[in-house]
């Protein structure tokens, strides 16, 4: 069975970086599919952040190009984001999805509050 | 960006009804739309992909419709279970977008 799950800090200041991780389980990121991280804030509004492909090409979305960046370890089948200068309004629910087209398996969500 | 319009926000019903939410595009989609169920404290579960197409697993009382801007999701006799919020989300145009999604409650 496919998993996914994420971890990282829950609350990181503004200005600071907010780095999360996604571990995979039942399937291997190098193996085909692109892996995402998609936010929702708190009102439920959605947004795809980004992925990177089982080939570690990497797609971001415009509205956060110069700020993030995701990559991998392939050795330990973990993907990472990293979103720069963060605002109170990166305060958010993560989630780490497998895409294909569509995003068929998700992870748990991790909760990130933007706070001083 | 291709802005995804979901209505209604919000959604009363009863058991054993049929109920329809609907999402409109800003342009063509080309029927790639997604639908998916959230339960309070889970993530999102993928519903319905390519407009229509059920994910293994999901009840046949669901179903999704549309093309070109306009697609639906429909849930005939409405059961308990199917408390949730309910997101459409298309992927025929970068950045892949969502609905504002729907909060569906029993009356």
């Known amino acids: 069975e496919i998993q996914l799950q994420e971890s990282g800090p829950g609350l990181v200041k503004p200005s600071q970086s907010l780095s999360l991780t996604c571990s995979v389980t039942?399937?291997?990121?190098?193996?085909?599919?692109?892996w995402s991280w998609i936010r929702k804030f708190p009102g439920n509004k959605m947004e795809w952040m980004g992925y990177i492909s089982y080939s570690g090409n990497t797609n971001y979305n415009p509205s956060l190009k110069s700020r993030i960046s995701i990559t991998r370890d392939t050795s330990k089948n973990q993907f990472f984001l990293q979103l720069n200068s963060v605002t109170t309004e990166d305060t958010a629910t993560y989630y780490c999805?497998?895409?294909?087209?569509?995003?068929?398996?998700w992870g748990q969500g991790v909760m990130v509050t933007v706070s001083s | 960006d291709i802005q995804m319009t979901q209505s209604p926000a919000s959604l009363s019903a009863s058991l054993g009804e049929t109920v329809t939410i609907e999402c409109r595009a800003t342009?063509?989609?080309?029927?790639?739309l997604a639908w998916y169920q959230q339960k309070p404290g889970n993530s999102p579960q993928l519903l319905i992909y390519?407009?229509?197409n059920l994910t293994d697993g999901v009840p046949s009382r669901f179903s999704g419709s549309g093309s070109g801007t306009q697609y639906s999701l429909k849930i005939n006799s409405l059961q308990s279970e199917d408390v949730a919020s309910y997101f459409c989300q298309q992927y025929n145009n970068y950045p892949w977008t969502f609905g504002g999604g729907t909060k569906l409650e029993l009356k």
């Open positions: 390519d407009t229509n």
């Open positions: 999805a497998r895409y294909y087209g569509y995003f068929d398996y």
């Open positions: 039942g399937y291997t990121i190098t193996s085909g599919y692109d």
């Open positions: 342009k063509d989609i080309y029927s790639n």
